[in-house]
């Protein structure tokens, strides 16, 4: 398992043990993405998993979740308090992912974050929690008393634990909240939870870490394909809009030093590193869908008819899936879908 830094950092590779899914990051000048690529599948065995320093104590673990499985990227933040972990994975790629959190820190596992209520986010929940400890008020010393002291809180938007308590799996939220903005400070440094309504669900939160300004996006964004709008769950496309224009907002470019290449970095739920340039891109093409999903509704068209227009035209051969568990029928139909609901 490598320890990669991004480029525009002072490179600080350490090898922790060997493994071989790319997670590279490079970023040039100011408009080259960064380009954290995530596993080309085929080649990579599938339980490689790369940690990526982001910031001194802040982590992105990537790579495959096990047998088949895909696991959303893990931001872990580790310091003097203890590891908070933003996104467990998925339950295939939980034992390696807390490998790789043991490797980077020996201080207990003092929070899970779950941007949302997909299993490749929180299938690794349990595992994660158990070997965390709860965090005392006012004391950070060990005294764990009791079994439920001795697991890390799950923290998450009210609508996570509705949508697993449909499953009879483990690993529910054990500390959710249904208002806008959750807040803690640990680790030096505020941690904002804020809750995006109905955007890929109902339930995403952005993680976002003040001091190390870097924002965790959850699957409001997706490099690697169109966002998933899960409209059944009370995604919709309005929202999805509306946290990716939030999302942008919040982010900060290296203005007007632009050779500097710092600022805000937004790790989305999969996929490479972002910077706010990255986010008003991904947010504009969104954006331009659904204007042409909207006029072509407007014109009167049916589904079928809308899907023949090709409305995600010019962004296809980056983002659409031809098939796959989300291709670009997919998502046209989301967005009509989402606006045809909110016309009735
Ligand atoms: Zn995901």
């Not at 320890?3 to 090898?15: Q, Y």
């Amino acid at each position: 398992m490598t320890i990669r830094s991004p480029a525009w950092r002072r490179a600080r590779i350490v090898t922790v043990a060997a493994s071989c899914v790319a997670l590279v990051a490079l970023y040039g000048s100011r408009r080259e993405p960064l380009q954290a690529t995530v596993p080309q599948s085929a080649a990579a065995p599938s339980n490689s998993l790369e940690i990526l320093e982001v910031r001194p104590t802040v982590f992105v673990i990537a790579g495959l979740g096990g047998p088949g499985g895909d696991t959303a990227n893990v931001g872990v933040q580790a310091g003097e308090d203890g590891v908070v972990v933003v996104d467990a994975g998925s339950a295939a790629a939980a034992p390696g992912v807390l490998d790789a959190i043991k490797r980077l820190s020996q201080k207990p596992i003092r929070y899970i974050i779950d941007t949302g209520p997909d299993a490749d986010h929180v299938g690794g929940n349990e595992t994660i929690a158990n070997a965390g400890e709860k965090i005392f008020a006012g004391a950070l010393g060990g005294g764990a008393q009791n079994a439920a002291e001795r697991v890390a809180p799950i923290l998450a938007a009210e609508g996570v634990l509705r949508h697993m308590a449909k499953s009879p799996a483990g690993g529910w939220p054990t500390e959710v909240f249904h208002y806008s903005r959750k807040s803690m400070y640990l680790n030096g440094e505020a941690i904002e939870v804020l809750h995006q309504p109905a955007a890929h669900t109902d339930s995403d939160v952005f993680a976002f870490f003040r001091r190390s300004d870097v924002l965790f996006a959850g699957d409001v964004l997706d490099t690697r394909q169109f966002p998933v709008i899960d409209v059944e769950r009370g995604g919709s496309i309005q929202g999805e809009i509306a946290a990716l224009n939030r999302l942008a907002e919040l982010a900060v470019v290296s203005v007007p030093v632009v050779t500097r290449e710092a600022g805000t970095i937004v790790v989305p739920g999969h996929g490479r590193l972002c910077d706010q340039y990255d986010v008003v891109e991904y947010r504009d093409m969104v954006t331009i869908i659904r204007d042409r999903v909207r006029d072509l509704i407007k014109a009167g068209r049916s589904l079928s008819e809308v899907k023949a227009a090709q409305p995600a035209k010019g962004y296809m051969g980056r983002y659409g899936n031809p098939g796959g568990a989300w291709t670009t029928d997919h998502f046209i139909e989301a967005v009509y879908r989402s606006l045809a609901r909110e016309k009735s």
